[in-house]
């Protein structure tokens, strides 16, 4: 999908480059732009630098060279930006046991919401919508701890829903599901009405959610394509470490 | 931990009250002279009486005081080690100087712990914070307590299943050969923990925090002018009995 002249990137990374404290470069040079309610598979071998690129869209990590823009807002260091860029791309981490920190869904909810500065009713309210959206309200005063994992996965992207951000990225979100939980999170995420980056090696799971898929190795982008077709495409895959599950056709899946 | 879910009135009471009234108890005990015997009888009966309006049942509160006597242990020497004026009892020359210092320590002693169970046990840990964040407690402090309490259970699992994980592969689960097991398993924990941190907090900064968590729960509710006086009651009769008891001796 190519995004008309006149909109806005949601994203808009150009040419990017960081390298570790070590020396050893992560990112060697990644272009990558995203239209407003895209979505998009960031795919790639482990160590690829997924989440690497993915801290960068909220200024988590600084780039070394190249810029990122959100929603024309150029990634810079100071506070205000900062704020104002993490409000925009809200990021769902791998693990929900490292995003939920405290000690009740309601809490863990209300803390991304509550440092954007809103407060009683409005909070409040915010909080219902999340859970809402994720269909975990009955749960809202519970600890995290007790939930299962498919749940505190579905809370952590509460969490992040509660910014109302623009654009949404998730990283390897259906791993450690089991099948009913992965395709619960599916529905939820096809019904969000936001831009959506979700950064996988799930292959299935990339053609079930998104249209654009591009693969990220060794630092580069070295595809972007429409994700039937890069999936399609066996060499390619092989190239760069990817494998479609035993007995999966993608010309055949129904999405 | 401690706490044990019921409905009373106790229970309903806003956690800082229940702190206050705790510390101030505890500070009228430790003001009594010793020698008033019949004020530590007060306390006593106060005590009785808060734990039957929590329900707390006396086999809960005595089972879990126990948690005093390593720190009390001195308290049951002093009668043999004091020097000056000695009575003889069961055939032991005990010191009267050392007698009422034991028995000061061990009343204050056991009095405070007994207070601090009832609080523990009718204040779930969330609302223990609550209340010492809205009695304006040092932040840092409520934020690390607040951590430990969320990621206990975490680490807990992870060294459960790193246990699992030696036993599995035949680590013999006999005590004392399985130190060296367990001490690369603590440095294997520590490190976990270490990186959990780091990924906690990555994750905490991408919410939008900024060094100090949002004020949200410290200005809802909070305690009204009749739960503050509901409270009071304990620490008002125990400054009474303690004012008593200094001008009575």
Known sequence: MIAPVETVAALAVRDLHYAYPDGHPALRGVTLTVAPGERVALLGPNGAGKTTLVLHLNGILAAA????????????????????????????????????????????????PANLGLRGAQLRERVAQALAAVGMSAHADRSPHHLSFGQRRRVAVATVLAMRPQVLVLDEPSSNLDPAARRELAEILRALPVTL??????????????????????????????????????????????????????????? | ??????????????????????????????????EAFWAFGAYALLVVLVAALARVGPGWLLSRALIELPFVAFAFALPLLAAGERVQWLGMSLAVEGLYGGWNILAKGTLGVLASLLLAATTSTRDLLLGLDRLRCPQILTQ????????????????????????SRGDDPRFFWQLRGFAAG????????????????????????????????????????????????????????????????
């Open chain 2, 144 to 167: 690390i307590a607040t951590f430990m309490l969320r990621y206990l259970d975490v680490l807990i699992g992870e060294s459960r299943r790193m246990r699992v994980a030696r036993l």
């Open chain 1, 65 to 112: 060279s190249g810029d990122v823009s959100v929603g024309g807002l150029p990634v810079r260091g100071d506070r205000a930006t900062l704020a104002e860029v993490r409000r925009r791309v809200g990021i769902v981490f791998q693990d929900p046991d490292d995003q939920l920190f405290l000690p009740t869904v309601a809490e863990d909810v209300a803390f991304g």
């Open chain 1, 197 to 255: 980056l979700l950064v996988t090696h799930d292959l299935p799971y990339a053609l079930e959610l998104c249209e654009r898929a591009v693969i990220l190795d060794e630092g580069r982008l070295v595809a972007d394509a429409g994700t039937r077709e890069l999936l399609a495409d066996a060499e390619v895959l092989a190239r760069h470490r990817l494998e479609l599950p035993y007995g999966f056709a993608p010309g055949l899946a129904t999405g």
């Open chain 2, 1 to 34: 931990m401690l706490y044990r879910d019921a409905a009373s009135p106790v229970h309903r009471l806003p956690p800082e009250a229940k702190i206050v009234a705790m510390v101030l108890f505890t500070f009228a005990v430790v003001a009594t002279p010793r």
């Open chain 2, 186 to 249: 603590i440095g294997a924990l520590f490190l976990r923990a270490f990186e959990r941190g780091e990924r906690v907090y990555l994750a905490m900064l991408a919410r939008g925090y900024d060094g100090r968590m949002p004020a949200v729960w410290r200005e809802t509710g909070g305690a009204t002018a009749a739960q503050w006086a509901a409270a009071a009651t304990v620490p008002v009769v125990a400054a009474g009995v303690a004012a008593a008891a200094l001008v009575l001796t």
